[in-house]
């Protein structure tokens, strides 16, 4: 067993506060069968001045929106094992999917209005390598910091043009970025049970200047798109979700430990 596992009875069943992994993988399945009546058919031409806009920015953040996630999958299918909870990989998978689904649906907007896409951006290389590091649980905490741009990004972007398509797809990727975020924050709680109070300082730390980072490099290459913020409100809502997030988790991790120390103490005035 992994340490998480190992030290940790992870709840797999039902919980009041922290869903079965199995509710998100009913969750994702019943996403993608949504539909969202995007109107394909509608196709005006973006302007000269919103391909300069937008064209660029949109075409990387479809790059980070698409991966294999190998790495990542490959870390979830040994925690799950471990924990013999199979649903949590099923739900990493189809997570896996639906971001998927969000770069092929750029990708179709892109087709339609005339923007190349990108086969790398250093941004997302960078991202993509520190992701890889360590566990699950930090995969996870790196992947909400993405998550948590998205979901001021995707709004301002939307505000850029009138175009039917582009709206609709905004639309979209707003409301599944939202279930994302809680999914991580689950995610994180769950990989990290085992991970002791001193670790997992650190780690919010470490996410937290991640997070002031990744805003201001974000507002630097997608200035255009996130004017209607400017830089300091931009980064100041990222953050103040970032807080958010870490508040979440820590008391997530508190209602677990908590479940642990109330069955520990029926276990100890259980008669033999």
Known sequence: ??????????????????????????HFRANSWKEWQIPWMENPPLSAAELTRIGASIAEFQRGESSEARNYLAKSAAFAAAAHEPSFHEASVLFTGEENEHAALLLRFMNLAGIAPKRTTFADGIFRRIRAVSDIGWS?????????????????????????????????????????????????????????????????????????????????????????LGCLGFTARILRRNRRVITAVRRLHADLFCDAAIDGEFLRRSPS
Do not use: N
Not at 15 to 23: D, H, N, Y
């Open 1 to 26: 067993m992994t340490s998480a596992a190992a030290r940790f009875r992870i709840p797999s069943t039902s919980s009041s506060v922290l869903r079965p992994t199995a509710w998100w993988a009913a």
């Open 140 to 228: 996870s905490r790196v992947l909400i910091i993405a998550e948590l741009v998205a979901q001021e990004y995707y709004p301002c972007l939307r505000r850029t043009t009138r175009h039917p398509v582009l709206w609709r797809v905004c639309d979209k990727l707003i409301h599944d970025e939202f279930a994302h975020i809680r999914f991580q924050v689950e995610r994180i709680a769950r990989a990290e049970a085992g991970r002791g109070a001193v670790v997992r300082r650190l780690r919010e730390a470490a996410q937290t200047i991640l997070t002031l980072g990744a805003a201001l490099v974000v507002y630097r290459e997608h200035r255009q798109v996130l004017a209607s």
